[in-house]
């Protein structure tokens, strides 16, 4: 976006700059595309017989060379000025946390720096940007997923302990609840669905807009879906009589895969743009099948690589049916992220026989409770109350 600024600012100047260099690519591209057709010829040539003409063509070419990169340090010199008076004539500047540390942002300072997804940033990240501020504010939720870690060789996944790296939980640990700064106001999601982790999650702390009552998918299902896809149902849960596979480290549920393709595809089939739906799970194996079967047009994610995002519908697969691998997908943070990234309807497939003890089983008599639990069936399913 700055490079793009800059360039609009310097205007023709720049322009004709980008000419002369197009020209000489141009003339560097049919100078070697000429040689390369005469090379057969001129293997059969002495060249000792033929000094001045390869001293010449070489000649040639590397002025043309010369020529260019004086070009184009010029015109990269212009973009650095014109991006360094940009930055110091801005009264907002945006910048990832690793950039504000390099050009054109090194040696710059500000009154206040927001950092926005505190949460996800570790304590070392978020100083590159606090101390180019003289005062800083963490925008973050300590209830959803602390940062990731990348390493050479992929760790088998585990729940995740208390994290002490994260700078927004830092902070909060360090002033308390009491001295934060609660936004509880909620304008994204359905009531249905935002209520369920105001309740669950926030304590109470969160309340919709009145304007979410109408976030609600506009179509109207009919068939064995209908009461799954139902729009006045925001937030339901699918039992999924399956059971998960271990792979690599991980897991996968291959009844569960076919359940969330018969929803994406009913769901396309009601005129639901793919772009508008996310498939997510806890476990990289279940991603991977997941894309397997539904293909492209449809975004599928990991709940951690999905944070931060929002879909009009997210379809949620939780893969764990072991109480070894329950702990780690019904984690509180990580359901809280899947659970609130749908505006207009939330659908969790899980087998209920599972050992939930946590969220899950929470949210597994929210549903009941709302009318909202089914049983899947690729046939039409059945409400269960009981």
């Known amino acids: 976006m700055l490079s793009y600024k800059a360039r609009q600012a310097l205007g023709e100047q720049l322009m004709e700059i980008e000419e002369e260099i197009g020209k000489l690519k141009e003339e560097r591209r049919r100078s070697r595309e000429l040689l390369g057709a005469l090379r057969d010829e001129l293997r059969r040539v002495d060249w000792r017989k033929l000094p001045g003409f390869k001293y010449g063509t070489r000649k040639y070419l590397e002025e043309i060379e010369r020529e260019l990169k004086e070009l184009v340090d010029a015109r990269n010199e212009l973009l650095k000025r014109e991006s ?4 110091g004539r801005a009264k907002i500047v945006g910048s990832t946390l690793v950039k504000c540390g390099l050009w054109p942002l090194v040696g710059v300072s500000f009154d206040t720096v927001i950092i926005d997804e505190a949460s996800q940033a570790t304590v070392t990240l978020a100083l590159l940007g606090m101390v180019k501020g003289r005062k800083w504010v963490l925008v973050g939720d300590h209830h959803q997923l602390p940062p ?16 002490p790296l994260s700078a927004f939980n830092r902070l909060v640990r360090l002033v308390g609840e009491e001295k934060t700064v609660w936004l509880r106001t909620h304008y994204r999601s359905n009531p249905a669905i935002i209520g369920f982790a105001s309740d669950h999650v926030y304590g109470g702390r969160v309340t919709p807009h009145r304007s979410c009552e109408g976030v609600k998918l506009e179509v109207r299902p009919r068939g064995h879906l209908s009461r799954i896809l139902d729009p006045e149902k925001p937030a339901v849960f699918v039992h999924v009589e399956g059971r998960e596979r271990a792979e690599g480290g991980s897991r996968w549920n291959v009844e569960e895969v076919e359940a969330a393709k018969g929803i994406v595809r009913g769901l396309l089939e009601l005129g639901v743009a793919g772009e508008r739906v996310g498939v997510i799970a806890p476990y990289r194996a279940q991603r991977s099948k997941l894309r397997e079967a539904l293909g492209e047009g449809i975004e599928v994610s990991t709940v951690d690589a999905f944070q931060g995002r929002e879909k009009d ?14 702990r780690f997908a019904e984690s509180k943070r990580r359901l809280n992220v899947a659970f609130t990234r749908a505006r207009k309807k939330l659908i969790v497939l899980a087998n209920a026989k599972a050992p939930w003890e946590g969220l899950m089983k929470q949210y597994i008599e929210y549903a009941r409770s709302a009318g909202a639990y089914f049983s899947w069936s690729p046939h039409p399913p059945s409400t269960n109350q009981a």
């Open 84 to 87: 360094e008076k940009l930055v």
């Open 148 to 163: 990731v870690f990348r390493t050479l060789e992929e760790a088998v996944e585990q729940p995740e302990a208390v994290d």
């Open 313 to 326: 519908v997210v379809v949620f697969s939780a893969t764990a049916t072991e109480r070894s691998s329950v």
